[in-house]
């Protein structure tokens, strides 16, 4: 017998940093201070991040995208609870972003329309989703929109910031 699927998030957040590669590469502020395998109460989430004061300042993307939600509401771009508007957010993004893309690859509309169906998709099942590109120069983007009231990986995460009515 198989398990039904988890219920949809109430809402996802969104999450967008560019800046320079060496600080996207350096790991040491992307991870929280403990390496958590399981699922723990929210409580020992809060307590995690507060045990590392340059884990939960940081506005570099963290390791885990899940980790995203540990880190202040401050950094937060944009909150949406119906999947079809977090993906229009994070196509905005993309295209905002394309002409500084690296690569002629990455600048490829017929790509980008592969990775917006994608995120679509991922979207429309209570998924995240997670770009990333080398930017002209030294430069690196991320744009991340994370399921938030239950994340599926880390269901137990709370929520920094409730959506907006």
């Not at 017929?110 to 930017?135: I, K, N």
């Not at 929109?145 to 239950?150: G, K, Q, R, Y």
Request: some cysteine; hydrophobic content about 35%.
């Amino acid at each position: 017998m198989t398990a039904p699927p988890p219920p949809p998030p109430d809402h996802w957040h969104c999450y967008r940093w560019t800046g320079d590669r060496r600080t996207y590469d350096d790991e040491s502020a992307r991870r929280p201070p403990h390496l958590v395998v399981h699922n723990i109460p929210p409580n020992e989430w809060k307590q995690i991040a507060a045990a590392s004061p340059a884990f939960t300042a940081s506005d570099v993307p963290p390791l885990e995208v899940p980790h995203w939600l540990l880190r202040p509401a401050r950094m937060i771009k944009a909150t949406f609870q119906e999947p079809d508007k977090a993906s229009a957010w994070y196509r905005d993004q993309v295209t905002d972003l394309t002409p500084a893309f690296m690569t002629d690859h990455d600048r490829d509309p017929a790509r980008q329309a592969e990775w917006q169906t994608a995120a679509e998709d991922r979207l429309g099942w209570g998924g995240d989703v997670v770009g990333g590109w080398y930017l002209r120069g030294t430069g690196f983007a991320s744009v991340q929109v994370v399921a938030c009231s239950a994340n599926r990986i880390r269901p137990t995460i709370p929520c920094p910031m409730s959506p907006q009515p």
